[in-house]
């Protein structure tokens, strides 16, 4: 197997800065994006510095020292952040979500509310969980998710890159099959575009007119936030 | 299988239930048997606690009239 991948990012309509940062590199399998956090200064400092860290990595041998290095670079600025943070007197933070291939399976990494979504056998699944306050309320059975989205607690996030000196990264694994997608998202897009859109623009689209209908459609919606797509595409040998 | 494991372990980690380095270490060996296609062992962390005694427990044997049993 080998894949193909494509990604695009917007400002959007609101905000001034662009706070996203994407990281593309199919030539070593390793695919993020991280969403500096809005109401923290120098959010898009803190992504950058995710990406640019994960960017610098090569290719390990196999996906469980991947998915190592990938940790401990992220660790690494999460560290970073906090000294910052400390000599700036404000707290600089990012989520992150990274999709990292090697062979047959893939592992993904991430903390806050940037999201991977699979499309496969006609169906989008959301494979990561968001570490949010919204997200907890539903857990526990005290919020529909339907009701989730216009929940005025839904931009709290419970996990983030340069928010505490321990940081946990969720991780978890999966196998992949030829024609399998997967879309890497910034908050930004799921705040406007439901998963039936997604599922639609994936059937229907290639990757790049893909990246483009979800920008589009983000925008056309009202984009109050950065929204950034990174779409991957499984292909057989 | 796996897939769930791995993050079950990843939970259990956040929650400080396993330290760090049998969090990395049982992360490996889960990851590494799912690229080999070998089931997988829970880490025992994630197994199910074994039914204990506690000390004030005991074993009494009822008489068979209060079980029901005729004599």
Wanted: overall charge negative; glycine content about 6%; charged content about 25%.
């Amino acid at each position: 197997m080998h894949w193909q991948s494509v990604s695009a990012t917007h400002v959007g309509l609101v905000r001034r800065v662009n706070e996203d940062s994407i990281l593309d590199r199919p030539d070593i399998g390793v695919w993020a994006i991280a969403d500096g956090m809005g109401g923290h200064s120098a959010g898009d400092l803190a992504s950058q510095m995710l990406t640019e860290a994960l960017g610098r990595m090569r290719a390990p041998p196999d996906l469980s020292t991947l998915v190592d290095f990938t940790e401990h670079n992220i660790l690494a600025v999460n560290d970073r952040l906090i000294d910052l943070a400390r000599f700036r007197h404000q707290v600089i933070g990012s989520t992150i979500v990274t999709l990292l291939v090697n062979g047959g399976h893939c592992a993904f990494l991430w903390a806050g509310d940037s999201r991977l979504y699979r499309f496969r056998d006609d169906a989008l699944a959301q494979l990561t969980t968001d570490h949010s306050q919204v997200e907890q309320y539903v857990q526990q059975g005290l919020l529909s998710r339907e009701d989730a989205q216009m929940h005025p607690d839904n931009n709290l996030i419970t996990r983030a890159v340069g928010a505490t000196e321990a940081l946990f990264l969720d991780c978890d694994i999966t196998d992949l099959v030829p024609g399998d997608r997967f879309l890497l998202s910034s908050d930004g897009l799921d705040k406007h575009v439901s998963m039936s859109d997604i599922a639609d623009g994936l059937r229907r689209l290639e990757l790049p007119r893909c990246a483009r209908h979800l920008i589009n459609l983000t925008l056309e919606r009202g984009a109050a936030d950065n929204v950034s797509v990174c779409l991957v595409e499984i292909v057989a040998d | 299988m796996s897939k769930s494991l791995v993050r079950a372990l990843a939970q259990a980690y956040a929650e400080q239930r396993i330290d760090r380095r049998t969090y990395i270490r049982e992360r490996r060996r889960l990851i590494d048997e799912a690229v080999a296609g070998i089931e997988s062992r829970p880490p025992r962390v994630l197994e199910p606690a074994a039914p204990t005694l506690s000390p004030t427990d005991v074993t009494v044997e009822l008489p068979r009239a209060a079980r029901g049993e005729s004599p």
